[in-house]
């Protein structure tokens, strides 16, 4: 994939992540912080379909950029072909991997499996 | 109101002249090293004589010639053309020759090779990848009917489209704004500042057509993105170009905001 093309993916999850990640802290405002934050609260989150998906949705726009992000400071670090060989393949692994777990987590939560 | 009274003519010139004759002695510290023989970097210090117009350059000239022969500097124009006399200046880097002693306001002067530059022996520093990443860019006109004939006529060009890249062909490949780069002192195969300021001047031309090309070769892993816009480059340009506004304007073609 050409340079210029993953720059562009990662300006639009910097602004994508931005603007759902206000959505979920203001949800913290319909209720006192420390109510939404208990156990029943935080599980109602994951029940309610359009909340876990844009949960689902912040996910990948934070581990595709910030993956992203740590790839370019690699790269930057050092340089070499094989380096940077394992840099940008290790980059995706590690995101698909985090994307997998948190997607799991959501997944159980919504179905209510503990 | 405000009177404004100017000196009389021969008044002038006797505090000019008084000024101009003083002398000064500052010590000059140069950086000493030789990698090809394994040589770390050592300072080695001078006393110069210097005046108000003295620059860096006759500073370290005055040492060649009078206390010490095998100090190695580049340098040709001594007039801020030809780019060869880059180094640092206390810390920050500069044209030797245009950098006039008196402005430094330091009676102690410590000059350095380059960063971000292989060095060759003591001020002396290696252009090769510069020249390289330079030529990379194509810097020249590209169209299929630039030969000459009876029948071609001029590429017209109005003012306004020489504004859009003329500040970037004042360019003399000296190296101070990749020496300043933070981001070149890191990654070593990052095209730097000059040579994307070179890219944009060659995209922002309107008679090239060699746009694609040139956004081909910037658009690499360690091209155009991985410029933070710290703004150095620009700061340290003894010309007034501004390689950090090209690099942002060549991101703009490539994101589509220009055309």
Not at chain 1, 30 to 53: G, R
Request: proline residues 4%.
């Amino acid at each position: 994939m050409r340079e210029s093309i993953i720059m562009k993916i990662h300006y639009g999850t910097a602004l994508g992540a931005v603007a759902l990640v206000a959505v979920h802290i203001l949800m913290r405002m319909t209720q006192n912080f420390d109510q939404s934050l208990q156990y029943q609260n935080v599980i109602a989150n994951y029940h309610f379909l359009p909340y876990a998906l844009m949960l689902e949705a912040v996910l990948i726009l934070l581990s595709v950029h910030g993956f992203n992000g740590l790839r370019v400071i690699l790269l930057e670090l050092k340089q070499g072909s094989t380096y940077e060989r394992m840099v940008n393949y290790g980059s995706i692994a590690a995101m698909a991997v985090l994307i997998a777990y948190g997607s799991r987590t959501i997944l159980m939560a919504g179905m209510g499996i503990s | 109101m405000a009177v404004v009274t100017t000196p009389k003519p021969s008044e002038e010139l006797i505090s000019i002249n008084k000024t101009l004759d003083q002398t000064n002695t500052i010590t000059l510290r140069i950086a000493r090293s030789n990698p090809a023989e394994g040589q770390e970097t050592s300072y080695s210090e001078f006393k110069v004589p210097v005046k108000k117009w003295t620059t860096v350059l006759e500073a370290i000239l005055y040492v060649k010639q009078n206390l010490d022969h095998a100090v190695a500097v580049r340098y040709s124009c001594r007039q801020a053309s030809c780019g060869s006399c880059g180094m640092k200046i206390n810390g920050k880097p500069g044209l030797a020759c245009y950098t006039k002693v008196s402005e430094l306001k330091s009676n102690v002067i410590t000059v350095e090779p380059m960063n971000n530059f292989p060095i060759i022996r003591d001020l002396a520093v290696d252009f090769k990848q510069l020249i390289s990443n330079h030529k990379k860019m194509k810097p020249f006109i590209i169209r299929e009917d630039s030969e000459v004939t009876p029948e071609s006529k001029e590429f017209i060009q109005t003012p306004k489209d020489l504004e859009n890249f003329l500040q970037f062909s004042y360019c003399i490949k000296c190296g101070l704004c990749n020496s300043a780069c933070p981001t070149m002192a890191t990654d070593t195969s990052f095209i730097g500042p000059q040579g994307l300021a070179q890219a944009y001047r060659y995209v922002a031309d309107n008679r090239d057509k060699g746009k694609e090309d040139r956004l081909k070769i910037v658009d690499d892993s360690h091209g155009i993105w991985r410029c933070h816009f710290a703004g150095s480059c620009s700061h340290v340009c003894p010309k007034g170009v501004d390689p950090a506004m090209a690099i942002q304007l060549l991101r703009g073609y490539m994101l589509g905001f220009q055309k």
